[in-house]
């Protein structure tokens, strides 16, 4: 009987300053709400041979370019020697700005790009989270690798000739601390536990790459399109081992341990020019002006009314109000959660199970990378349902896109300050329920009075 392991060492992080040590800041914790970019134009340039046009690929390249010059990153994708990684993707809003759901493509182009980050962070640091079981196993000191490691195939690869010079009784040893009971290979060649062997190393490491997911976090979102009217949403997501340990302590309500940086009130990151703050997709975390890890996530979302009746339109742009506000609330809610629902024992085991992730040698299949997905979304909405307490809608206008969209944006706060608002908050005053009189016994039977 198989079963997979969620390990809770990555929980065990609580010592470490929550989002990260910026390299322009040594042992300073960083969460920089990055300023979005505006909308990117294309660019053409011509000479007397010929004439270049930047594709809306080329602009999200260009864009992701920059970011790393920036910031000083080496590569998306590879760890420094902290641990802090930055992932960057993108998606093609499926229609252009002729279209009346132009605006709520954009928003679903921002979710693929998002979670195409995500299944990147999974597939790469299951290559990290073997390698460091391997190590753990196989060697005879149990402290974890820090050096980079190689792409899953290649460290798989180099598993499998490790795993040859094992004895049986080693290999038999270890399987039981996988949770895989190897009498049911007796009799059978030592080839078939070999193989067992790695396929249940890269599922263990697997489960717990999917687990340190609770670590990543948005810090740039932008727009991208070109004169043909092609339009891309761009996403930067940046891990931190550290950033584990403050969703975590947001899911439970209770303040990390972090050192305190002058940070900046919510007023000051929504005074922008509106055409940035169309921009903005996702869950951030920044610093307030009390000095602590707070969150700020946007929604948004449009009618697609194009009638002229002023009272139809209204009530639409409410309508579509409230779906941005229900988007901000999810990827908040999700933030939170995550971290919730990867604490659970074997949770993360189970969805990569369900999601049939892992063929019978332990390789990915890709084509199953998005319901992996879409089955650790789910669990979030199942769990901590109570993580919004302690949110606050701090920005919620119609703004018009440039391409002549209104947009319904919506931002809404959480903070540990709002939190301590809520729980001093004395609970409204409960009414006495009269009791009735006795049946049979004459009287009057009252309606309950509303004071307006």
């Known amino acids: 009987m198989k079963r997979l392991k969620t390990f809770g060492w990555l929980w065990c992080l609580s010592a470490v300053p929550f989002f990260g040590y910026a390299q322009e800041q040594a042992q300073a914790v960083d969460l920089v709400v990055e300023k979005p970019a505006e909308a990117q134009v294309s660019v053409e340039t011509a000479n007397a041979d010929a004439q270049v046009v930047l594709t809306v690929h080329d602009q999200v390249q260009a864009t992701f370019d920059e970011f790393m010059k920036k910031r000083g990153i080496p590569a998306y994708g590879v760890r420094d020697a902290q641990g802090i990684c930055y992932y960057a993707d993108s998606d093609i809003v499926s229609c252009g700005p002729e279209n009346p759901e132009f605006v709520a493509k954009r928003a679903t182009a921002f979710a693929r790009a998002y979670n195409k980050a995500i299944m990147q962070h999974i597939k ?25 490691p190689r792409e899953l195939a290649k460290v798989a690869a180099g598993l499998a000739k490790k795993i040859t010079v094992l004895s049986e009784a080693k290999i ?6 996988l949770g895989v009971d190897p009498n049911q290979f007796k009799g059978k060649p030592i080839e078939i536990k070999r193989t067992t062997y790695l396929s249940e190393l890269i599922k263990d490491g697997a489960s717990r790459a999917v687990g340190s997911s609770a670590g990543l976090a948005v810090v740039k979102t932008f727009e991208a399109h070109t004169a043909d009217n092609t339009y891309a949403i761009g996403v930067i997501m940046k891990f931190d081992p550290a950033f584990v340990e403050i969703a975590k302590c947001m899911a439970k309500k209770a303040r990390p341990v972090v050192a305190p940086k002058a940070g900046v009130p919510i007023d000051t990151l929504l005074g922008k020019d509106p055409a940035i703050l169309l921009q903005n997709f996702g869950t951030r975390l920044f610093y307030d002006e009390k000095g602590e890890p707070a969150l700020l996530s946007f929604g948004q979302w449009a009618s697609t009314f194009t009638g002229n009746d002023p009272r139809i339109k209204a009530r639409k742009q409410n309508v579509a109000l409230l779906q941005a506000e ?14 919730v629902s990867f604490e659970q024992s074997n949770m993360t085991g189970e969805v990569l199970e369900e999601a049939n992730v892992f063929d ?12 992996l997905i879409s089955k650790l979304q789910t669990k979030f909405k199942n769990v901590a349902s109570d993580t919004l307490a302690g949110r606050k809608i ?7 896109h440039p391409a002549g969209h209104e947009v319904a944006v919506v931002a809404v706060s959480w ?7 809520i729980r001093m908050t004395p ?3 409960t009414r006495a329920v009269p009791v ?14 509303y004071d307006f």
């Open 124 to 148: 790469y640091m299951t290559g990290v989270m073997t390698s460091s079981t391997a190590d753990k196993l196989m060697s005879d000191d149990s402290s974890d690798t820090l050096e980079e």
């Open 172 to 177: 038999d040893e270890q399987l039981l601390q």
């Open 326 to 339: 229900e988007l901000a609330n999810h990827s908040l809610n999700e933030y939170i959660a995550g971290s």
């Open 360 to 371: 019978e040698n332990g390789n990915f299949r890709e084509a199953n990378m998005d319901k």
């Open 394 to 400: 701090v920005y919620k206008k119609i703004l018009k």
């Open 415 to 421: 903070s540990f300050g709002q939190l301590d608002a």
């Open 427 to 429: 609970p409204p005053p």
């Open 436 to 449: 009735p009189p006795p049946t049979g016994d004459a009287g009057v039977r009252e309606g309950d009075e």
